[in-house]
């Protein structure tokens, strides 16, 4: 008796995969250009085009990736090392938020999931960055986790925006 079983793939997971592959590639690649208002529209857009076309699952796969990526290529100066975790949380916090208002108004969705990631990662950055640095620094790096969070994540769903619009 021949136990085989068969992995049918069809054309929707091949076109699945391939943006899936595509988005991950983008959010692999942008940290190298070590830009925050390049970076952060570009990796946020993908987090919102990966939720919006394959799910919250793909979106925080994607949403890992950046940081692991900056951290351990050593693209991230090291004072923001404590951050990665807060970071990676705001990006899942971004994405769940996205997808739970799916039944809701897109540039509603992109807001408040855009203003909770701020909010999260500006409180956290405050608390962890005051613990961890000088103050000198500490001033730095609270303001790279402050408005430019929010700038980058709304930047981030106009991209996706413009994406989305041209997918279909």
Do not use: C
């Not at 919006?52 to 692991?68: D, E, N």
């Amino acid at each position: 008796m021949n136990n085989t079983k068969v992995l049918v793939i069809n054309r929707v997971k091949i076109i699945n995969l391939s943006i899936f592959l595509t988005l991950i590639g983008i959010a692999s690649i942008v940290p190298l250009f070590h830009q925050q208002m390049m970076t952060g529209p570009i990796v946020n857009a993908t987090l919102f085009a990966s939720t919006f076309l394959l799910g919250a699952q793909a979106g925080i796969i994607v949403g890992l990736i950046p940081s692991v990526i900056a951290l351990s290529a050593g693209l991230l100066p090291p004072v923001l090392a404590p951050m990665v975790p807060f970071i990676m949380i705001s990006n899942t916090i971004l994405i769940l938020v996205f997808d739970a208002l799916k039944n809701k108004n897109y540039w509603l969705r992109v807001a408040v999931s855009s203003f909770l990631k701020f909010v999260f990662l500006y409180s956290t950055s405050s608390i962890v960055i005051n613990l961890l640095l000088k103050k000198e620094v500490a001033l730095q790096v609270a303001m790279m986790m402050s408005w430019p969070q929010l700038i980058t994540a709304l930047s981030g769903g106009v991209l996706a925006y413009l994406f989305l619009k041209n997918h279909k």
